[in-house]
């Protein structure tokens, strides 16, 4: 399907087409640009309290006698993979 067949954007020629695509490739490159050392750190960082948090889920469960303890320990583990795949699986597929 091209962007012809839509009728809300039918009204576009090439011309407008283009544009946008050469915007939107600006406003990409703005982007791209603008990432640095600052966003490898909180990656690095994020990674880090991930596996931080991974770990101390295990010896929670490890070493639970109690449940209490066993609930700490399955939560922790919960968050450790919600923040793995949320946050640094969606940031580094992002690239």
């Given at each position: 399907m091209a962007i012809t067949d839509i009728p809300a954007f039918a009204h576009l020629t090439d011309t407008d087409i283009e544009n946008l695509?050469?915007?939107l490739d600006a406003i990409r490159?703005?982007?791209e640009d603008s990432r640095?050392?600052?966003d490898a750190r909180y990656i690095r960082r994020t990674v880090a309290a991930?596996?931080?948090l991974e770990v101390a889920g295990r010896l929670m469960l490890a070493g639970s006698a109690k449940?209490?303890?066993?609930w700490?320990?399955?939560?922790t583990l919960a968050l450790a993979k919600?923040?793995?795949n949320m946050e640094i699986g969606h940031n580094v597929?992002?690239?």
């Open positions: 695509a050469v915007e490159l703005d982007i640095g050392e600052r991930q596996r931080a449940r209490s303890a066993w700490a320990g399955t939560v919600i923040v793995e597929m992002h690239g």
